[in-house]
């Protein structure tokens, strides 16, 4: 059964850091057609992509985040880690793991809370 849970949440003030980890459990882990991502949903909008990793190591971000959030994961493909510094009260939004893998398959964690205050 796959199972992806993410921890690391919290609350910061602006200008700090937090890194969060998604815990990568069943078959995944040995699928190499899987990318892993990370997607923040804020009040009232729509889940958006932030960042996702490929298995050959390539990364990409989406702009409002580039040179401030890195994506890595634990070369097991265990654990997925998203670092996040400078982090800016629009930042605030609950952050969710992901995988996408060939015929369709998609998996997803149930979100951390990240909240930024000035």
């Known amino acids: 059964q796959v199972q992806l849970v993410e921890s690391g949440g919290g609350s910061v003030q602006a200008g700090g850091a937090l890194k969060l980890s998604c815990a990568v459990s069943g078959s995944i882990r040995d699928d190499s057609s899987c990318v892993m991502a990370w997607y923040r949903q804020a009040p009232g909008t729509e889940r958006e992509l932030v960042s996702f990793i490929r298995r050959d190591g390539t990364t990409s971000y989406k702009d409002f985040v580039k040179d401030r959030f890195t994506i890595s994961q634990d070369n097991a493909w265990g654990t997925l880690y998203l670092q996040m510094n400078n982090l800016q009260t629009e930042d605030t939004a609950v952050y969710f793991c992901?995988?996408?893998?060939?015929?369709?398959?998609?998996?997803w964690g149930q979100g951390t809370q990240v909240t930024v205050s000035l």
């Open positions: 992901a995988a996408t893998c060939s015929w369709d398959r998609n998996y």
